[in-house]
Structures are given as structure tokens and as C-alpha cells.
């Protein structure tokens, strides 16, 4: 008996070790199959970047993150930077036009506007070597605005007072529990007037424009794509697939290799989607939006 468990030993001990850790193979078999190569292309390095700006600008952590990473890649070549939002904070949004500037000095850069592209996602694009929006897309709205609400009225319905110390008389500048005084108004049509010259500055020098026309391409005018071109806030008209090709000449490869999505977050998406679906289906009321 010994014997013959000796001689079958090379088939028993892989079938018993399969049998007592299933799970993790078919956990690593899992991973393989969710990560490994499925074509020649995977192994290919990419030269091309693809980075995506989308929604109102408040968080640009991830986005800043990726140019970063293309700054620092020496096999991007070029990056094609996707815009699809109306704006937003004004600190964020500098961030991101000085790291596209910064980026410029190595990477060529081109801005495709995918649909809107104005205030502050205009103001992040203003450096890039090229702007192309998308024909049905729109542009501009370069301006800035601040504002707040009187609830004094509904406050006293309801029986509501403030009760305040404050110690600077500009302390309390955008209260929302009474009507702003006029000194409070001139002070913050200070600060908004300084950031309008500033982003209107900025415009004009990274677009070659004249900041004494800035009524006729700034002045919070919204354009159309084709609009937007004639008064020079954008370089040509197309396409994505224009953009693509126009960063693909300027960049210089002769083998372009774009990005492709992480085929985890891919799958995290899919997963994100799916519940997402069955939430809605069983409790319609349970929305996110």
C-alpha cells in the first residue's frame, strides 16, 4: 500500500493541493483573465495620452494626477486633453492651466472640446498648443461671478435672528441673513473685478489676443464653436477624431498607442452600472443624481 502511494504520489499531491486551495486559484485564474494581455497591442507601451476633464471643476485631484503621470512618462509623446465641462472654481481651474503650461514644455498638447468648454475649463485649456471644438460645442463664457442669498425674509417668517461679534467691518462680506451694504458690494466687486483682468490677461496672452478687444472674445459672451474661432479663442473645428489626428502630426509618431482604460476600474464601472440598474428596477425612488 505504501508503494503504491508513493507511485501515484506525482498525480495525488497536485489534485489534493487544487482541492485545498481552490479558492485562491480560482481567485489568481480571476486576475489573470481580468489583467492579462490579449493582444500584441497590451504589450505596446503607449506615446499617446488621453486625459479627461469632465463636469464642474471643484476636486481636480485625479485629473492633475494623470497630467502629472505624462509629464513624467518619457514614452508620451503627446496628450490629448478632453473637455466637457461649464467651469467652476478659479483656484483649480489655474491649477490646471500651469500644469498644462508646464506640460506644453516637453509633451505637445491639444484640447478637444467635447461639448462645452467655458469659464473655468476654458481658462485650464488656454496654454495647450491647439484648441479644437467639437463643431456642435460651446465656448467661452470668460467672466466671474459670485453670489449668495438674502434669507433675511424667510428668517423673519419664521422667527429666526442672528446674533453676531465680529471684530474687521469687511467680516462679514457674503452674509446670507441680511441684504449686503454697499460698502460690502464695492469689496466684493473688488475681488471680482481683479480676477475678471487676471483671467482676461491670461486669455489674451496664451491666445495671442489683444486685451484691449477683451469685450469682443471675453465679457462672459457665450459662442458658438464656429464663433469662438472667428474671435480666436479656439484654433479649428472637428471632431474627436480630428483632435486625435492633430495631435498624432504635431506630436510627431509614426506608431501612435493610445491609453486604454484599467481594465479594473473598466470592470468596477461595469459593476458600479449594473447595481445602478437593479436599484432603480426594485427602488425607483433611490436615486443619485
Known amino acids: 500500500m505504501e508503494l503504491l502511494k508513493r507511485i501515484f504520489l506525482p498525480i495525488t499531491a497536485p489534485l489534493q493541493f487544487i482541492q485545498n486551495n481552490f479558492k485562491a486559484m480560482l481567485f489568481l485564474l480571476l486576475l489573470y483573465l481580468l489583467f492579462a494581455p490579449q493582444t500584441q497591442d497590451d504589450f505596446t507601451q503607449n506615446n499617446l495620452q488621453t486625459v479627461q476633464l469632465t463636469g464642474a471643476i471643484m476636486n481636480v485631484d485625479e485629473v492633475l494626477q494623470q497630467l502629472q503621470k505624462a509629464q513624467e512618462n518619457e514614452n508620451i509623446k503627446g496628450v490629448l486633453f478632453v473637455v466637457d465641462s461649464p467651469g467652476g472654481a478659479v483656484a483649480p481651474s489655474i ?10 514644455k516637453t509633451k505637445k498638447v491639444v484640447v478637444y472640446a467635447k461639448g462645452t468648454i467655458a469659464s473655468g475649463s476654458y481658462y485650464a485649456s488656454i496654454w495647450a498648443d491647439k484648441i479644437v471644438a467639437n463643431p456642435g460645442s460651446m465656448v467661452g463664457s470668460i467672466g466671474v461671478v459670485m453670489q449668495g442669498t438674502d434669507l433675511s425674509e424667510l428668517m423673519s417668517k419664521i422667527g429666526i435672528k442672528t446674533q453676531t461679534i465680529q471684530a474687521g467691518r469687511y467680516k462679514l462680506v457674503g452674509t446670507p441673513t441680511r441684504e449686503w451694504e454697499n460698502f460690502e458690494k464695492n469689496e466684493l466687486n473688488k475681488v471680482i473685478q481683479n480676477t475678471y483682468d487676471m483671467f482676461t490677461q491670461d486669455v489674451a496672452t496664451a491666445r495671442h489676443l489683444e486685451i484691449k478687444k477683451r469685450d469682443v472674445f471675453a465679457n462672459a459672451h457665450i459662442f458658438t464653436a464656429s464663433q469662438a474661432k472667428d474671435v480666436g479663442l479656439i484654433d479649428s473645428l472637428g471632431v474627436e477624431y480630428d483632435a486625435k489626428q492633430l495631435l498624432i502630426s504635431l506630436s510627431g ?3 501612435p498607442q493610445w491609453n486604454k482604460e484599467d481594465k479594473f476600474e473598466k470592470l468596477l464601472k461595469k459593476i458600479s452600472a449594473t447595481t445602478a440598474i437593479t436599484l432603480y428596477t426594485y427602488f425607483p425612488s433611490l436615486v443619485l443624481k
Open 253 to 255: 509618431v509614426k506608431e
Open 95 to 104: 491649477e490646471l492651466a500651469m500644469t498644462i503650461k508646464r506640460l506644453t
